[in-house]
């Protein structure tokens, strides 16, 4: 009995998941930005190289 109180006790797993989802979150943020910024970027370079 007391194992299951000491496992009900335990929450490193827990913390484990939840710091797991914030750096995915923070990742497809990083990804969705960089995505935005490189169509931009492209759509810069293609109007610099047809300037030239």
Known sequence: MSFIRK????NKGATAIEYGLI?????????????G???KLNSTFTNVSNKL
């Open 7 to 10: 496992f009900a006790k335990n």
């Open 23 to 35: 750096a995915a979150l923070i990742a497809v943020a990083a990804i969705t930005a960089m995505s």
């Open 37 to 39: 910024v490189g169509n």
